[in-house]
C-alpha cells in the first residue's frame, strides 16, 4: 500500500516522476520536501485508500492539480470546480487535460504565470 506524488515538468513535453515514500523513510526524506516540490505547473493528484492533504498542498504551491478521477469529497474539495479549480483527468487523458490548462489560463484559477 505505497502512496506516491506524480508531478509534471514541461521541459520537452512533460515527465511523470515517481515518488517512493519507503526510499524517503530509508534515506531521511530528502527527495520530498514540500518546497522542492512547488516548482511544476500542474500536479497529479490520484486519491488513495486515507484521507491525505496532498491536494491541499498541491493548490498551496499554486500548481494546477490534474485530479484523477475523485470517488470521495472532504470539506474542502467540495468548494472546487473543475476547469476553474483543477482539471478532472484519467490516466489517458494528460495529455489533453495540458493542452487545455495551456490554452486556457485564465480559466484555471490556480496557474502559474509563464
Known amino acids: ?9 514541461f521541459l520537452v513535453a512533460f515527465e511523470i516522476v515517481l515518488q517512493n515514500w519507503t526510499q524517503e523513510i530509508q534515506h531521511g526524506f530528502k527527495q520530498s520536501k514540500l518546497s522542492a516540490q512547488c516548482n511544476h505547473r500542474y500536479k497529479i493528484y490520484a486519491e488513495g485508500y486515507g484521507w491525505s492533504v496532498t491536494l491541499k498542498y498541491i493548490m498551496s504551491c499554486g500548481c494546477v492539480p490534474l485530479i484523477i478521477n475523485p470517488k470521495y469529497d472532504d470539506f474542502f474539495s467540495r468548494g472546487l470546480f473543475p476547469k476553474k479549480d483543477y482539471l478532472l483527468i484519467s490516466p489517458e487523458s494528460i495529455k489533453t487535460a495540458v493542452k487545455w490548462g495551456n490554452a486556457h489560463p485564465a480559466q484555471v484559477s490556480f496557474h502559474i504565470s509563464s
Do not use: D, V
Not at 500500500?1 to 515538468?9: D, E, H, P, R, T
Open 1 to 9: 500500500m505505497s502512496n506516491f506524488i506524480y508531478a509534471l515538468s
